[in-house]
């Protein structure tokens, strides 16, 4: 069964990243739009930031902000398995993480978030999540 997770996740990948830039510009401009209509101004939200070919939300995170939601990034604690969530800001910088991820730095405050944005290779038709393994 791992092994043919593993090659879906290598399958899908490789396809993720033949996808044309604008392509992929259009479907993560869909996407704000939508989760920009149904998000309440209030609801704490994290999300990612997109690598591998993944949609990228950074411009999601940046409208959220400016409407005054607080947002969050994910950091992948010392024993590479207990995720938190730090509030990050239009102005903050980011600093390489584990596993080729950008972070926020560690002195930034810990969110709780009421909504997760969450990256995936891909789905099936049920909706089940393929995700990179690492739980």
């Keep these: 069964m791992e092994n043919d ?10 396809a993720r990243l033949e996808i044309a830039k604008d392509v ?13 209509n149904i998000i ?10 997109a690598m591998r070919g993944e949609i990228d939300v950074s411009e999601l995170l940046i409208k ?4 005054g939601n607080k947002t969050a990034l994910p950091v992948v604690m010392e024993n590479g398995k207990i995720l938190k969530f730090l509030e990050v800001t239009s102005d903050c910088a980011l600093v390489a993480g584990k596993y080729g991820t950008s972070c926020p730095q560690p002195h930034l405050p810990e969110i ?24």
């Design 5 to 14: 997770k593993k090659s879906l996740r290598e399958k899908f990948i490789k």
């Design 24 to 36: 992929a510009k259009s479907a993560a401009d869909i996407i704000t739009e939508s989760l920009l």
């Design 40 to 49: 309440l101004p209030s609801t704490k939200v994290a999300a990612y930031c």
């Design 64 to 67: 959220l902000q400016a409407r």
């Design 112 to 135: 709780i978030p009421d909504a997760v944005i969450v990256p995936m290779v891909a789905f099936d038709d049920n909706g089940n999540r393929l995700g990179y393994g690492g739980g």
